[in-house]
């Protein structure tokens, strides 16, 4: 098999064939719908500090329901909770068009459906996370449907970004949010189209939520590694994270760009993270997983710094691909070990606890960076950032070089 062929090989399975591209079709009109939103909150406003806090305000619910979230993946058939999370996602999609479209988006039903949106978010990422081990028949290609994930999200990072932002300036937010509702439904068919088992243990479905989540904390926490990777992430995506929200504040103020500039910055960014996804795609072993993710996580912390000092658009789209390129290059190695040496019934679980360190650091992080940003400007912020994580990465770089990974998977 040559090593482009490889990259794609968990497509040989009917269930991943299905589920691949209704991902990335509705991974593009999330994308659409995100930049629309930054863009209007940001317009509505005015405030860095009150764009961080809105955002932080929607992310609530990964807090209370994540935790949860992975025991009830571990507990109940995952294709039906799959089947109901499309649903929900095209309903959030709908109202926000329409109350953008009869003219009544206001900050207040901008946030509530912001909190509806990442309570269906909270389940889907540990769903998601934890589904592929059975879409993939051969679990060696595990960590191949990891990096295809990715390369689908990163697909719809460069593709969202870019048609937000002609967009945003040739029919207005209104429709940003009707597609991202368009984009929903090839999911949902596909969805309804798969048929896999998904075999439960019999303690975990005997035991209640609470006992479960207590089962999967404690299973967590008595494994260094597994601490180790989790930690690392939690402190990466506090810092990387801060991006999608900081981006069109730097859009505005320092590269004096309008909302087609905030989209070739973004797509920059995406077009390096899809480059780094294939590239991880291609690798058929855990061999040099962690060196890639701590100079992927060293990359995203120079171009961090780098940023703070560009000031015109061909420049900053450059650095852009580099945090592009170093998020992923961080972040799948990350998730492919961490995945490597978890047992299958505690899978949704330890993906909760993850999702919690990916997505929820990343909304304190929003709301304390637009605090910063508030106070000492958007450069100087996007330069502090960079050199905190450089410090931290190192660190992680002398603990992860002494660890030993041994897979679960075969």
Known sequence: MNRFASAFRSLKYRNFRLFFPGLVTSQVGIWIQNVAISWVVYDMTRSPFMMGAIMFFNTIPLFLV???AGVIV????????????Q????????LMAVF???????????????????????????????????????KKDLGNAISLNSTCFNLARLLGPALAGILLSLVGVGWCFAINFICIFPSIILVAMMRFEDVKSEKIKNETIWEGFKEGLAY??????????????GIFAFIALTYPMLMPIYTKEILHGNSVALGDTMSAAGIGALCASMFLASKTTLRGMKYILCAGALLLSIAFIILGFVNNLVAACLVM???????????????????????????????????ICFLGATSLSNLIAGSIAQFIGISHTMILFGVILFVT????TVKLWKMRFESKLF
């Open 66 to 68: 994540t935790p949860f």
């Open 74 to 85: 571990d507990k109940f058939n995952r294709h039906k909770i799959l089947m109901s999370i």
């Open 87 to 94: 649903v929900l996602f095209a309903l959030q999609a709908f």
């Open 100 to 138: 953008a479209l009869s003219g009544h988006l206001r900050i207040w039903n901008i946030m509530l459906l912001g909190l509806f949106l990442n309570t269906i978010a909270a389940i889907d990422a540990p769903l998601r996370q934890s589904t592929y081990i059975i879409l993939v028949d051969d």
């Open 220 to 233: 967590a926490f008595s494994s260094e590694q597994i601490v180790t990777l989790l930690s690392f992430l």
């Open 321 to 355: 691909f580099c945090v592009g390129f170093g998020m992923v290059s961080a972040t799948i190695p990350d998730n492919t070990l961490l995945q490597s040496v978890v047992d299958d019934d505690k899978r949704g679980r330890v993906m909760g606890i993850h999702t």
């Open 393 to 396: 990465t190192l660190f992680y």
